[in-house]
């Protein structure tokens, strides 16, 4: 990413956990985004300490990855201009 891009100014990534949260980042023309692992604990009911399965975090990484690829589809649809969905970067220390 960093040898695409010519705009020297920092990227802002707002982070996402969910499906939902994902399609609102992409749909609101960030850069990136970062999977936080404390939102997928939190949505899952549990506190940031590690709780969350390797299954569960698979699952979220998926559904983000959906969720942002699918607004993009959209956003395509919408527009005709042509682009693929945002890089996403998961912290998925479980």
């Not at 956003?75 to 201009?81: A, D, I, Q, T």
Request: aromatic share 8%.
């Amino acid at each position: 990413m960093n040898g695409t891009r010519k705009d020297p100014t920092p990227i802002l990534l707002p982070c996402c956990y969910d499906g939902l949260t994902a399609r609102l980042v992409a749909r609101n023309g960030f850069e990136a985004t970062f999977m936080t692992g404390f939102g997928v604990s939190g949505a899952n009911g549990y506190p940031d300490t590690q709780l969350v399965s390797f299954g569960e975090m698979m699952n979220a990484a998926m559904t983000v990855a959906e969720g942002l690829s699918s607004a993009a589809f959209e956003m395509n649809r919408e527009s005709g201009v042509v682009r693929s969905s945002i890089p996403c970067i998961a912290d998925g220390d479980t």
